[in-house]
């Protein structure tokens, strides 16, 4: 049989279809000639589609193809070290080696594979087709910006991907790397997207970019054989690292990344928020009754209408109408050992009284058409009796470096009164029309502005809070785990929205942030569901930070007498865990290994394991299976060896599915044979302990 014709190659750009793409119309990128050497680990190609520069690192290789020439906004944590190499080159291909590492560029069309010693690490994806070599393109050029695929084995997990409420294994899967205001945790948006995924098979890819990226992983319109992705930025920048386990994977990922700086200790206790405190004499009642009932917690908030004009909002300033004396009622709530949160977020009422002097500095995004600020116009659905309208506001411009530094230094004097901590929510509003001071626009700007905006308001809290910098942050890109810590957006308030935050806050960690926080019970739709309430609690002990938060009072004993004593002993047992949290942190800000670890983080040895995505571990020790359903009933996975119940000290063997029905103040928890916990006193707040934990005992199960 004779060799059939390629398909006639065009030499532009073809509109992309996303869900039904022709890939025999995407022009493959070719190599024209042979490499140049720039230095010991980097080279660089002539392609058809521009420059095609390759760096050797320690631990993977990174890819950069097209123009370089926009802001990267410093989502790398400084630069990757090139590793020498030696480099082999013919007509067809080149062959890059490095410690031990083999890159083999195949030229015409341009495809990799990626090696170890032992094995294939990534590989151009080999889905064949009749006429042509690759059904889909290695790498192409098309409209939308850069495609890339590369292969999968049957039945190869792929996790990580920021913050999503479905399955943390995102095989089969269309996955859109971009920041919304999800209005909750039922589809794929969400607050917190990152780039970056990985597999147990021992590899991960990061797209260094703040644009818009799709994933097409395993999905079958695509290829249910590889993974696709679709980057839509003007250069393509990929990192493929590699890692024999999934721990080397995340340390090497934020390594490149940042890892986190050590939270304060009392950012640890509970914080107690609602939207919202309507007076302050509510506001000082609540924490009163937190003291009275024994409630132990360190943290009370004023959400947004706790203390801002909705007209006015954004500024910097207590509402006068219900505040002549701000630092008084701070005080008080102070005198009762707490600490205290303001929320804010990076938008400025057309109404505020400092709009028109941060207009007239430029502090604002611009709207492109006419280089006036932008006028973001909120969407009208989500308000109501609670959350009333709000008006037209413009955003800061954190490219602006003015505007950075003055946005910042606000916060000095609300530090100064008294406030601990900020919770900056939202982040997410950038639209495409929207124009920055260092020249980009919204497609590259929107997934970025998060970034831009929480690592304002912390370097505000190192300057500025005498009690030590952290905050609570809604939306987030890669980079964002620097930060802490951040929370879980707007859940439903019912089973299905505290399965999905879970899944949500793992996911999260599997993309190598340790700290995150849920809004226990539900920011809405509640419906005084008290078995629900306790679950969402007993679930949130074991993770970094935890916050009662929703429309509607979220303080235990508005529950009833019985869910009050089941939340009260969580909390105690949270409070007694603070000296073991506190080491499993540490660990966190030294390797990137989060605080929760998902099953697939902490038994990659164990397939079995990997499907209870619900399950993880607190820590290297503790294992938790959160109950997600009504009556108690739930199914814990035990991997093999013998584990301990936290409570009874019961014998269990592992290496089985126990299946349970618990009573509502007992929880599916059990620590390693053989594992020491070190446990604190049992204290109403951090400020009983001191800076770091006291350990009052150590038990070895």
């Not at 190659?9 to 024209?32: G, H, M």
């Not at 250069?235 to 690292?241: C, G, K, T, V, W």
């Not at 394991?609 to 503790?622: K, N, R, T, V, Y």
Request: contains cysteine.
């Amino acid at each position: 049989m004779s060799a059939l014709p390629q398909t006639t190659k065009i030499d532009e750009t073809v509109p992309f279809d996303i869900l039904n793409p022709n890939w025999s119309a995407c022009r493959q990128t070719e190599v024209l000639g042979a490499a140049k050497i720039v230095s010991p680990g980097q080279l660089i190609f002539d392609t058809t589609d521009g420059p095609f520069h390759i760096t050797t690192l320690e631990n993977g290789v990174r890819l950069n193809l097209g123009p370089h020439d926009k802001p990267d906004y410093g989502i790398l944590d400084g630069n990757p070290v090139p590793v020498p190499a030696e480099i082999k080159q013919t007509d067809s291909e080149t062959i890059i080696s490095w410690g031990w590492f083999t890159l083999t560029v195949r030229h015409q069309p341009m495809a990799i594979d990626f090696h170890r010693s032992d094995g294939p690490i990534l590989e151009s994806a080999r889905d064949g087709h009749f006429v042509r070599e690759f059904r889909l393109p290695p790498f192409a050029r098309v409209d939308k910006g850069w495609l890339v695929n590369f292969d999968l084995t049957s039945q190869e997990p792929v996790y990580g991907l920021g913050e999503k409420w479905g399955p943390l294994d995102k095989r089969g899967q269309l996955v859109h790397s971009y920041t919304h205001d999800a209005l909750g945790v039922n589809s794929e948006r969400s607050y917190k997207n990152c780039p970056f995924a990985w597999s147990p098979a021992g590899w991960g890819i990061f797209v260094h970019t703040p644009a818009p990226v799709l994933h097409a992983i395993g999905f079958s319109q695509w290829s249910h054989r590889a993974y696709g992705l679709l980057v839509e930025d003007e250069a393509l920048d990929l990192f493929l690292i590699c890692g024999k386990t999934p721990e080397r994977i995340l340390e090497r990922y934020t390594r490149l990344t940042g890892r986190p700086a050590m939270p304060p200790l009392w950012s640890l206790g509970a914080i107690l928020s609602k939207a919202y405190y309507q007076t302050p004499a509510e506001f000082l009642e609540a924490a009163r009754t937190v003291r009275t009932y024994g409630m132990p917690c360190d943290t009370i908030t004023f959400d947004g209408r706790a203390w801002q004009d909705t007209d006015t909002r954004f500024h910097f300033d207590f509402d006068p109408k219900r505040f002549d004396d701000p630092k008084a009622i701070i005080d008080q709530v102070k005198e009762m050992g707490f600490h205290v949160c303001c929320w804010e977020y990076p938008l400025v009422s057309v109404n505020s009284p400092i709009y028109d002097e941060l207009s007239e500095k430029g502090y604002f995004l611009t709207d492109r058409r006419t280089d006036l600020p932008y006028r973001y116009e909120w969407d009208m659905e989500p308000f109501g009796q609670v959350l009333t309208p709000l008006p037209d506001s413009s955003l800061i411009d954190f490219t602006n470096p003015a505007a950075y530094d003055w946005w910042r230094d606000q916060h000095k004097d609300l530090f100064a009164l008294g406030v601990d901590m900020i919770k900056s929510d939202f982040g997410e509003q950038v639209e495409l029309d929207c124009k920055a001071f260092n020249g980009d626009t919204g497609h590259r700007l929107h997934n970025v502005y998060p970034l831009l905006y929480n690592r304002c308001v912390y370097e505000a809290s190192e300057m500025y809070s005498p009690e030590g910098a952290c905050l609570l942050a809604r939306a987030g890109w890669a980079g964002s785990q620097r930060y802490p810590a951040q929370w879980g957006g707007d859940p439903q308030a019912d089973w299905e929205g505290l399965a999905a935050s879970l899944r949500g806050g793992l996911s999260w960690a599997n993309t190598g942030a340790a700290c995150y926080a849920t809004d226990i019970g539900g920011f809405y739709g509640d419906t005084r569901d008290a078995e629900l309430f306790v679950r969402w609690t007993q679930a949130a002990v074991f993770s970094s930070h935890m916050r009662f938060h929703g429309i509607g009072d979220r303080a235990p004993w508005s529950y009833g007498e019985r869910a009050a004593n089941a939340v009260m002993a969580a909390l105690k047992l949270r409070y007694r865990f603070l000296p073991y949290l506190w080491r499993t942190l540490q660990t966190a800000c030294e390797t990137g290994l989060p605080v929760q670890r998902p099953m697939a983080v902490a038994f990659p040895d164990d397939p079995a394991a990997w499907s209870f995505e619900l399950q993880f571990m607190f820590g290297p020790d503790i294992l938790v299976s959160p109950i997600v359903r009504s009556q108690g009933i739930g199914k814990t996975y035990l991997p093999a060896g013998n584990w301990r119940h936290l409570v009874t000290n019961e014998l269990v063997a592992g290496g089985r599915v126990i299946n349970q029905q618990l009573d509502l103040e007992s929880m599916a928890v059990y620590v390693k044979e053989g594992a020491t916990i070190p446990f604190g006193p049992s204290v109403q707040h951090t400020g009983q302990i001191g800076d770091t934990p006291l350990i009052e005992e150590s038990c070895k199960y």
